[in-house]
């Protein structure tokens, strides 16, 4: 970690204002609202986080107050997050709300969320693994927000900044029960895995951790549809539509950013090529490819105002601030690997194995690699291991077509992620015969038949006379598969000695396969 101590040192700055834990005993409730476009709710118990939800692919606009101490509330517009679904909003503690339609919609509910009061105040921690300090899903209070699966993972190209309309006047002490609502919201009423979001930033530039399965690794969130398993995302608590962030804020976003691009071995500006996965929020279709800053708006990919008109002008301002701060160091580890076979015939178990160092030539042990085949011009992982206490690894492949393997350790806070060089695996399908007769009568069928695996359209099948103490072809048969079976005969015109085998030439999939070669005696 003295690589990265001015690191930790410059981030320190961020935590000035130390955050709280938040209340136990977080609670989450529904009240069906009225079949009108505009009315009033008295919830039963105080709230603090407060959303909407209702049937149908209606997209209204929707505004909400509440009423506090003092009176009410300006009116909060609320960021639709798919159909038939509001963004929650932060509001402090109320007892009452009021909403507004556009249009009246079917089965409206309101989902609420209480976290209490804020007891006891803590200062954020610095992890091993991380050289900032920041607020732990532990410190936040996520004990109370489960994740309902394991974390998948995917890769970091770029970073996407989001706001989450949160009112603006919270407290240091309030903004980790911010986080621990918005979790509940996102997993209780959205139905997603865990909070949505893979870091957030409050106004006072506190940086807290998002979505579970490790700050520094490429979790999948549900921050931006479409995009989730190829960019990360920040969230800026507070509504930026019309007020700026803070310059605390800022700093803290763009020292996350540089941070986690650095980990992730990408640039910290220029465009970056995405492929988008789809869906109903997001702006461009399965499959398109869509040109972007390393550092954008939610807005760039996805049907939504986020992160606020505000906020989004601040964007060159942040990555402004990725390039100009100090930057990360972090070095290498070194990750080897090889097959015990590069060629192999289908079916075959092919074991490989390898080695992950540091920069500094020690085995990095108890770290996760991923075991990765391309077969289709894409990387796909296929088996994640976990390196002992000499930094090596071993596994197995049952190759289905030819492909390329390498090992790819995805990186942490201290060591970039690197991959091993790639090994092609070359691939021979396996032919035999079900039917091979050894003796045969001139001018009678002799019928043969086998099978081929993986299934191939045509095998061809080779006869052979034995002339003069040479072997010749006297016969080819093209015999079609069905089901990866063949058949197919050949009439001998001599009694002499005679041998056939079966071949399935090469393709795109596998290397050129055949089989043994049979004895036939013609009488």
């Not at 605390?248 to 090529?273: C, E, F, M, N």
């Amino acid at each position: 970690m003295k690589l990265l101590a001015s690191a930790a040192a410059l981030l320190c700055v961020l935590c000035l204002v130390p955050p709280a834990f938040a209340a136990k005993g977080a609670a989450d409730f529904e009240r069906r609202a009225p079949d009108r476009a505009s009315a009033r709710i008295v919830a039963p118990r105080p709230f603090n986080l407060v959303g909407l939800h209702w049937r149908g692919r209606a997209l209204p606009d929707a505004d909400i107050r509440v009423w506090r101490p003092g009176g009410w509330s300006r009116w909060q517009h609320l960021g639709i997050h798919g159909r038939g679904a509001s963004d929650p909003i932060w509001v402090g503690r109320a007892r009452t709300v009021q909403y507004r339609l556009s249009r009246r919609v079917p089965g409206l509910r309101a989902h609420f969320v209480a976290v209490g009061r804020p007891r006891v105040r803590a200062r954020a921690s610095q992890s091993v693994d991380t050289p900032f300090p920041y607020v732990t899903r532990e410190e936040w209070g996520a004990d109370q927000c489960p994740p309902r699966a394991a974390p998948e993972y995917g890769q970091v190209k770029a970073v996407q900044v989001h706001h989450t309309v949160s009112l603006n006047d919270y407290t240091p002490e309030e903004a980790p029960q911010i986080v621990l609502a918005i979790c509940r919201y996102h997993r209780n009423s959205n139905g997603w895995n865990d909070i949505g979001y893979n870091a957030l930033v409050d106004k006072y530039g506190t940086i807290y951790e998002g979505r579970a399965g490790g700050l520094d690794r490429a979790v999948i969130g549900a921050q931006a549809q479409g995009f989730n398993a190829q960019t990360a995302g920040v969230a800026n608590i507070g509504d930026y539509t019309s007020v700026g962030a803070s310059d605390a804020a800022l700093g803290a976003t763009a020292d996350y950013i540089r941070w986690k691009l650095t980990v992730h071995g990408q640039p910290l500006s220029g465009p970056v090529t995405l492929t988008s996965a789809g869906g109903p929020e997001s702006r461009y279709p399965a499959g398109t490819h869509v040109t972007v800053d390393r550092v954008l708006g939610h807005r760039d990919t996805g049907k939504t105002a986020c992160p606020g008109n505000a906020l989004y002008a601040q964007l060159d301002q942040i990555r402004s601030l990725v390039v100009s701060g100090t930057p990360f160091a972090v070095p290498s580890a070194r990750v080897t690997a090889a097959l015990a076979d590069y060629s192999a015939s289908y079916g075959e178990l092919v074991p490989v194995n390898g080695v992950l160092a540091g920069p500094d030539g020690n085995p990095l042990a108890g770290q996760a690699v991923e075991l990765q085949v391309n077969s289709d011009n894409a990387w796909r992982t296929s088996r994640r291991l976990t390196t002992g206490a000499d930094g090596g690894f071993a596994s197995e492949l049952r190759p289905r077509k030819r492909m390329y393997v390498r090992v790819r350790f995805p990186g942490s806070a201290d060591v970039r992620a690197v991959s091993s060089a790639r090994l092609l695996l070359r691939l021979s399908p396996v032919v035999s015969f079900t039917r091979a007769p050894r003796s045969g009568s001139r001018g009678r069928r002799v019928s043969v038949s086998g099978t081929v695996a993986p299934r191939k359209r045509i095998v061809n099948v080779v006869f052979q006379q034995q002339i003069s103490g040479r072997w010749r072809t006297v016969g080819r048969r093209a015999a079609r598969t069905r089901s990866g079976r063949f058949a197919t005969s050949f009439v001998p015109e001599f009694r002499a000695s005679y041998r056939y085998y079966a071949v399935a030439k090469p393709d795109l999939d596998t290397d050129r396969g055949a089989s043994e070669r049979r004895a036939l005696r013609v009488r």
